[in-house]
């Protein structure tokens, strides 16, 4: 991990752009994260579009988190911002922009081609990315995961046991294979909806939320679309995170 | 209303029963009320079992609110408790336990016959125990109701101009027609679903919650069965009405 800029943001938050090897990456901790208090982290998922284009609702979430005496970090995904693309992924894309302009359903062929090599592909990229902040002597754990593709977060969920909660975002296309992986997820999750989601089948997302094995899971629906999570919404999964990351 | 008992409570909450007319009613204030300061008052609809019976977990939510410093009241349902029962609502009762019993769906005439007089009946006596609870010099606005038969707060939302948010349990068998009113519904809403609710129709309460007319509308669904709602989800509806409430 290699810090290249670092900056104090006005509340104390330190933020610190890094690299992975190949991959960007951005970690804020709290004014209070020292050596002698180690502060518990959480990995703030994004959609595909480029940390630089999410970055405001990005640091948005970060400094709530900081407010909560949490350090936050996130990576660019495999083909996002400035990292290089692939031909298979590039082709869902157009594939699925093509079905979402022809105002038909997507079909399952498509999102699988999207979701599940994007999966496949960042799951141990932020397996890697949490190696090297645990390895920061300011950042301890316990670990929650945030946001982002929901397919992204279900995965971790699974593989990642130093992951012990998770905030989803049901928000994006999920695979019918990841149906049968959230069966196996045991951890705390609290599922945000936004009800009128344009991009988003809700019915899929509430069978998403009944298929979750674990035996504490909150699902927040709110209404508007897919942006339009409101203020006391993070509040709600912020306290989720202190009730479940506080040492 | 004539307080016919009162008490202080350890956390010196005062709890008054009293009747108005021939309804029991109980309220509850913080220590905090005063004449010169005035507090919020919450109505808190309970299940037609009898107050006696629900006191337990009556006394647990006034106590909760009244640490967020607003008082809380309830009355005593048409057909409850000491209350006098009346034919038709003991038929539809054991027409209902017989449709239970026999493990069928039950009808929509049932529902209609069950809860549309209850409705009825119920609405004017809350908006009557209001009258008498807002001439209290302790008591002031806003007021919001919380939990209950799920019909009669979406009638109360509707009709009485002075509440001013709700929390609603989606926990009771709900009449078509209500489905129009809550489209009616104009005040904030924070829904509580018991995902695993035996008594419950959880697609009815989907789409309940999908009629709303109210723009800020939350939906919280947690683990478990109609009586197994998490400390924390009452948290989170103590601060639905803190942000709404509180002056």
């Known amino acids: 991990m290699h810090v290249i800029s670092e900056q104090r943001l006005e509340d104390g938050v330190l933020e610190r752009e890094f690299t992975l090897g190949e991959i960007p990456g951005i970690l804020w901790t709290p004014a209070s994260a020292s050596v002698s208090a180690p502060v518990p982290l959480v990995l703030l998922g994004h959609p595909p579009m480029g940390l630089r284009l999410v970055y405001p609702r990005l640091v948005a979430r970060a400094r709530h988190c900081a407010a909560e005496g949490f350090a936050t970090a996130t990576v660019e995904l495999p083909g996002s911002g400035e990292r290089p693309r692939w031909p298979a992924a590039e082709q869902a894309r157009a594939d699925l922009r093509r079905a979402l302009e022809a105002g038909g359903p997507v079909g399952g062929e498509i999102v699988d081609a999207l979701m599940l090599p994007l999966v496949d592909k960042a799951v141990p990229e932020?397996?890697?990315?949490?190696?090297?902040?645990?390895?920061?002597?300011?950042?301890?754990g316990p670990v929650g995961y945030s946001g982002g593709v929901i397919s992204i977060g279900v995965r971790l969920a699974v593989v990642e046991p130093r992951i012990s909660a998770a905030v989803l975002f049901a928000g994006s296309f999920v695979p019918r294979a990841m149906f049968e992986e959230a069966g196996r997820v045991t951890i705390p999750l609290h599922v945000l909806l936004q009800w009128d989601d344009e991009g988003n089948d809700r019915r899929a997302a509430l069978d998403l939320f009944d298929a979750f094995g674990s035996k504490e899971k909150t699902l927040q629906a709110n209404m508007g679309g897919h942006t339009g999570v409101p203020q006391f919404a993070g509040d709600a999964a912020a306290q989720f995170f202190t009730r479940h990351l506080s040492r």
């Open 126 to 140: 932020w397996q890697a990315a949490l190696d090297a902040l645990l390895a920061l002597p300011e950042v301890g």
